[in-house]
């Protein structure tokens, strides 16, 4: 059974930094493209960055680049995203999700709630 677990998320001060765990199980992480999404209170779900299985390529969000690296620890079949410079607009539950390449992904983990606030 594929399970994708999040961990990571609380609240932070604008300016600060969290990294978000994703530990998938019933599959290598490194067969399906994980990526993250996140949801805001009102708007719809987007995608934030997203890592290719085959060669690694990333994709971010143009609202993250520059602040947000997602990044791959095989050995305990987890992808990670690190995010920095976080500002209120990044409020959000943020899920991982593979594949991320389609539309939709097919496995969603729960979700983790991220609060930018002072």
């Known amino acids: 059974q594929v399970q994708l677990v999040e961990s990571g998320g609380g609240l932070v001060q604008p300016g600060g930094s969290l990294r978000l765990s994703c530990a998938a199980f019933g599959f290598a992480s490194g067969y399906y493209a994980i990526g993250w999404f996140r949801q805001a209170p009102g708007k719809e779900r987007e995608v934030v960055s997203c890592i290719s299985s085959a060669d690694g390529t990333t994709y971010y969000a143009d609202s993250v680049k520059g602040r947000f690296t997602i990044f791959s620890v095989h050995a305990n079949n987890t992808k990670y995203l690190e995010m920095s410079s976080l500002k209120p607009e990044d409020t959000a539950v943020y899920y991982c999700?593979?594949?991320?390449?389609?539309?939709?992904?097919?496995?969603w983990g729960q979700g983790t709630q991220v609060t930018v606030s002072s």
């Open positions: 999700a593979a594949p991320c390449y389609r539309k939709p992904p097919i496995w």
